[in-house]
C-alpha cells in the first residue's frame, strides 16, 4: 500500500472514530479504542521520508495532536463531542492535504 492510500485509511479512520464518539462513546468504547490501535499500526507503518515539505508540515503537525488524542480516547475524553470533532477535522484534514503527497 502506498503513502497515500495509507494516509487516506487514517483519514477514513479518524472520521469513523469520530463519528462514534459522538454517536455514543461509552456504548462504542470498545471500537474506538480498536480503531485508535489500528490506525497507530498504519500510521507507523508509513515512509515518512518521501513527504514533501507542504505535506510533511501537516503530518508533523497531525502525529502531535493524534498523540494526545489518543490519549484521550484511550482515557475516555472530558468532552466527548469536542474530541470526536477533532478527530473528524483532522480526518478531513489529512483528505484534503493527501493531494500533496
Keep these: 500500500m502506498d503513502n497515500k492510500t495509507k494516509i487516506l485509511d487514517i ?3 479518524l472520521t469513523r472514530i469520530g463519528n462514534w464518539a459522538a454517536d455514543d462513546y461509552q456504548a462504542k468504547r470498545k ?24 505535506f510533511k508540515k501537516t503530518f508533523e503537525n497531525f502525529l502531535r495532536e493524534y498523540s494526545k488524542l489518543k490519549k484521550m480516547g484511550k482515557e475516555g475524553p472530558k468532552d466527548h463531542l469536542d474530541w470526536a470533532e ?5 480526518g478531513n484534514i489529512l483528505t484534503h492535504r493527501s493531494r500533496l503527497i
Design 31 to 54: 471500537r474506538i479504542e480498536l480503531f485508535l490501535d489500528q490506525t497507530t499500526e498504519c500510521i507507523n507503518s508509513i515512509d515518512r521520508s518521501s513527504f514533501l515539505d507542504p
Design 11 to 13: 483519514a477514513m479512520n
Design 86 to 90: 477533532s478527530m473528524m477535522t483532522w
